[in-house]
């Protein structure tokens, strides 16, 4: 059977499947040209596919289309054949019906007195049998029973030959004979002239191909037809959807963002990791140094310092069994070096000692050192220390520079200030420290004397650390030395492991 067919929602309207391109559902009009051995050396085809225009369905209320063609005979051709077939396809199926067929040759008139090549004019009179023989033609093919002459046009009807196909596995057709056909020159031009109509559609089964639909919801409905293409209250129909493609749906885009917000948290997570993992190899490894630090402080404190008070001893009993003043004297000063040295060495212990990296201890022991100097120089001493806390940080770097700046503030005094009375003030606010010595000495006048090494090895010391040094005198009034420095909290391992978002090991 015929079908036609629509999908809604893109076909405009029905259509079949003889409008695909490169069909092969079709019938035909051909001209076959013979060599002087009625051998075929060129065959020239007319299709018909589809429906013609004016087809309704039936013969009788369809209106033939007329059609021209021209065309030239090939080399070698000396006569032609002139058919009307369907054997465009096996799938081909319908009607095809041709009337007032004319051939002849350029420029020959279009008047009854002229005699045309080859010729059916439906308007004969003759039995309808005898029409197509009168006039040359006859039926062949397969199943030459397709093959008739029926009756178009309503009221004053034509005649027509037409082949009524309704067999897949068969073909029928019209054709002139070759054994008288009319004879011709090689270049001469045929003129080719009829009225024609047609309904030529596809068999079951057939196949459809859409292409790039776009996404959404379709119903396909197929329409059974007659073999003249009259459509029929047989119809089906089924829906269907095209879906939208994974990368448009929002479940696809959904996973995208996740996947890419997993990413990001992970990269930042392991960012945050590494980092940790660095911070933590870095604590470790200052660890590693402060015990290092440590176990030489106990060790210098255990051998060198036990052997230095060991020649301090040993040289202050000599002393006083020694009986010559020059002797003594000697030993005076080995036991005053050794003292000294002493001193140094636990100076040098404090510094290296981490257990003093801190705020706290370092405030005790400038209070220690300087109470220490103003005594041994006989200055009275005031301190005015606040209670320090022990988690700021104070490297053993910050710790010597600051000693020695301190130090070398108490020489000057001692030295140069003439002074009676020494006081030294420590602040701590907003992570800054500062610390001021002041005495009640002469004074002196800064513009008018030039800066020393102790005041400039001072100032390069505290801008080393970040700080700064500032020396307010008059004469008369003293001297005031105010020492500025940068200091930090003290972070410990589990407070930088909550600051990265993780819970200590």
Known sequence: MRIRFKLEG?????????TEPNTSVKMRLFVSFLDRNLNEVRRLDFLANGQSPGWTGSFKTSTLQHRRETIQVPPEASTFVVGISSAGGPEAMGVYAVSDFVARLQGATNGPAEEPLVAFFGNDREPDDLLAASQGWMRSGLRPVMASIVKVGAGRQTRALAVVDDDPRGHAQWNTSKNHGPQVQPGDQLVLEWDEMFSVGQATPATVSYHNLTPGYYRFSLNKLTLLGQPTDVEYSVGLEVPLPFWSTPWFWSTVAILIIGLLV????????????????????????????????RDIHDDLGARVTQISLASAMAERTASEASSRTNFQDITRMAREMVTSLY?????????????????????????????????????????????????????????????????????????SQVQM????????????????????????????????????????????????????????VHLKMPVQPRVTPDQKTRAAGRSPK
């Open 10 to 18: 893109y076909d405009p309207e029905w259509r079949e499947a003889v």
């Open 266 to 297: 992970g990269g930042l997570r392991f960012r945050a990791l590494q980092h940790l993992r660095m911070e933590n190899a870095r604590l470790e490894q200052q660890q590693v140094l402060e015990r290092e630090r440590f176990r030489i402080a």
């Open 347 to 419: 100076d040098t212990l404090w510094v290296v000692n981490p257990e003093n990296d801190n705020l706290e201890a370092l405030g005790n022991y400038l209070c220690q050192m300087v109470n220490q100097l103003c005594s041994q120089a006989g200055l009275k001493c005031r301190l005015e220390v606040p209670p320090l806390p022990n988690d700021v940080a104070i490297s053993s770097h910050q710790r010597h520079n600051l000693s020695m700046a301190v130090k070398e503030a108490l020489h000057n005094v001692i030295k140069h200030a003439a002074a």
């Open 425 to 480: 003030k420590i602040e701590l606010h907003d992570c800054r420290l500062s610390l001021a010595i002041q005495d009640d000495g002469h004074g002196f006048d800064l513009e008018s004397v030039s800066p020393g090494n102790g005041l400039t090895n001072m100032k390069h010391r505290l801008e080393d650390m970040g700080g700064g040094v500032e020396v307010k005198s008059e004469a008369g009034c003293g001297t005031r």
